[in-house]
């Protein structure tokens, strides 16, 4: 059966991640707005961002108009291609890595021959071409609006760079009129092929995003969680 949305809190939607970590499907946000919606992260494959776009049309919300990343790897971006006339807003740093990233001869056979080069590629690019099942008309697209620190769209979506060790663009999308904040992967330890045993996540930069105004707080490969549950989480951390 087709995934379908799954609504949040006030004017924020969700597409549902994969629960099985081998699958890297992250969740994707919709904020439903008369102007046109934003869409917070574009899924991690044309075929992923269609099956968004069909949810999107079957629960009757605005067609998409923003697409924000909240960092540049694959898992938030490759399904960009299949978002059309959308904005692209995502953090400054994101366009040289995601013009070199776009420079890459991408295929399945790339894919083998990069794992075949350093093993600890395995599990992201074998997620990779579980993932693209074709690659005709396949791009990786930086983002075609920047910013530096923080920014404001028309919709009352706002934006803000937090860095951290995941990725130095993680950025967080608050929806302040729904009492929700998107946190993508912010918080996470470095990607598993970057990791080292010292490696956890990052509760420090956590515990800076926790907000009296915030009533969700949403990871991108985790359940939602509310107030109460994020500082129980970091305390047992």
């Known amino acids: 059966m087709p995934v379908t949305l799954r609504h949040l809190a006030g004017r ?14 992250p969740a994707v946000a919709v904020v439903a707005d008369d102007r046109g919606s934003v869409i917070v992260d574009a899924g991690q494959s044309p075929a992923h961002a269609r099956e968004v776009r069909a949810a999107v049309a079957a629960a009757g919300l ?16 490759w399904g960009a291609c299949a978002w059309p006339d959308v904005e ?37 690019f074998r997620a990779r ?5 074709s690659w005709d008309g396949f791009a990786v ?49 470095p990607p598993a092929h970057l990791r080292t045993a010292e490696d956890g996540p990052d509760l420090a930069l956590a515990a800076s995003l926790l907000d009296d105004d915030v009533a969700w707080y949403v990871s991108a490969h985790d359940e939602p969680l509310t107030p109460a549950e994020a500082r129980a989480a970091l305390a047992g951390g």
């Open 12 to 25: 924020v939607w969700l597409f549902p991640g994969d629960p099985d970590p081998f699958a890297v499907r």
């Open 88 to 124: 692209i807003v995502g953090h400054e740093s994101a366009v040289p890595l995601l013009r070199a990233e776009a420079a890459r001869p991408w295929s399945h056979r790339y894919l083998r021959e990069q794992v075949r080069e350093n093993p600890r590629l395995g599990h992201s």
């Open 141 to 189: 697209l930086p983002p075609t609006r920047t910013f530096t620190d923080e920014l404001s769209l028309p919709t009352g979506v706002v934006v803000r760079h937090v860095g951290g060790r995941h990725a130095p663009d993680s950025t967080v999308v608050r929806v302040p009129d729904s009492g929700v904040l998107l946190i993508g992967d912010c918080w996470y330890p």
């Open 62 to 77: 605005p067609e998409a108009r923003w697409l924000v990343y909240t960092h540049h790897h694959w898992d938030h971006v």
């Open 129 to 133: 071409a579980l993932a693209v099942d």
